[in-house]
């Protein structure tokens, strides 16, 4: 792992790194769904780093089902710790953890790009089967820019898809410079838009952001 894991992926702890963890944040050993979190084989999520966070440390994210609180727990580990690490999920196979309700949309969504991908409520419900989706969960995908010809038409297919989905559609268009809210670069080319990369949030305007670079 010698690159930087990008922002999103899902990797899992090794059992020592886990109890390091443990020993750095006694107030998440009491909470026994999180002192068990890596021995179960559950994932966590890599963020953006934040300034409380230790330099040369990874900057993970572990988001609690509603019925522990839906707390949102910040952590680290050393690349040392980590055994494993993947995208997030496709949405193709996250689907068969979706309600009944949203089976149509997500098929409208993967016949517009199959390569899409889920992070948030759904992600969380398919690889660790504890429930995280409720009435009120967002769907939040990651378009690749990369896979999209033209972005144009990406965009308004997947607004055509919000306006009659029972849930909303959230998430971003991802590409070599990090992911930009989806809503945002249905703009024009001058709009400036918020880019979250491994490093933070830059700006720039749609246009660079399409074109696949930073102004």
């Known amino acids: 792992m010698l690159e930087p894991l990008a922002r999103h992926s899902m990797v899992k702890a090794s059992t020592a790194g886990w109890t390091a ?3 750095r944040y006694p107030e998440l050993a009491s ?7 890596a021995h179960a084989g559950r994932p966590l999520i890599v963020r953006r780093p934040a300034c409380s966070d230790t330099a040369g440390l990874v900057p ?8 522990h609180g839906k707390q949102r727990i910040a952590v680290s580990l050393a690349t040392a710790d980590i055994v494993a690490s993947a995208p997030p999920p496709l949405l193709a196979d996250a ?15 993967l016949r517009l790009l199959p390569e ?3 992070y948030g409520s759904l992600a969380w419900q398919h690889l660790t089967g504890l429930p995280y989706l409720s009435d009120s969960s967002d ?8 896979a999209a010809k033209q972005a144009g038409p990406l965009l308004s297919d997947i607004a055509r898809i919000a306006k009659q989905a029972p849930m909303r559609l959230d998430g971003e268009i991802t590409g070599p410079t990090g992911g930009v809210q989806w809503r945002e670069l249905t703009g024009t080319d001058a709009d400036e838009v918020l880019v979250k990369g491994e490093g933070g949030v830059t700006t720039t305007t ?6 696949g670079h930073v102004s």
């Open 60 to 67: 993970l994210g572990l988001p609690l089902p509603p019925s």
């Open 21 to 23: 963890v443990m020993n």
């Open 31 to 37: 909470e026994p769904i999180v002192a068990g979190w």
């Open 95 to 109: 689907a068969a953890a979706a309600p009944a309700t949203w089976h149509a949309t997500i098929e409208k969504l």
């Open 139 to 146: 769907l939040d995908l990651l378009w690749p820019l990369s």
């Open 116 to 118: 899409i991908r889920t």
């Open 206 to 211: 749609r246009a660079a952001f399409l074109a």
